[in-house]
């Protein structure tokens, strides 16, 4: 396990340090190094329960505030979202906003999972 916390941590390190250059990077990258500082610490077994609690009811409540979004791109037929680097709709960036925070809640799904064995 301490091999793929510490790929989460490198993994989302680097989607924090990608960020920096989106209309909006301080959130990202707030979020993403939070999820890789969450599992550099969970490589070496350091589990802070409250601190999951907390990261994981902040994806949540975005991620429920992006859900309509989400399901209207669906509804659209879910065309395509990486043709181009630059968002050229909203339901492009909205979908690539809704699917990163739903990597970040799987990832911190894992660590919550740890930290409960």
Not at 34 to 62: D, E
């Amino acid at each position: 396990m301490k091999y793929v916390n510490l790929f989460l941590a490198l993994l989302f390190a680097l989607f924090a340090a990608v960020q920096l250059n989106d209309p909006d990077p301080w959130a990202w990258a707030a979020l993403y190094g939070f999820v890789a500082i969450v599992s550099a610490f969970a490589a070496f077994g350091r589990y802070h329960r409250y601190i999951l609690y907390l990261g994981l009811g902040v994806v949540l409540i975005w991620m429920a505030a992006l859900l309509p979004d989400f399901i209207r791109w669906i509804n659209m037929g879910m065309p395509t979202i990486t043709g181009t680097m630059k968002a050229g709709s909203p339901h492009v960036e909205l979908t690539r906003e809704f699917l990163g925070l739903l990597l970040c809640g799987l990832a911190l799904g894992w660590h919550w999972r740890g930290a409960r064995g």
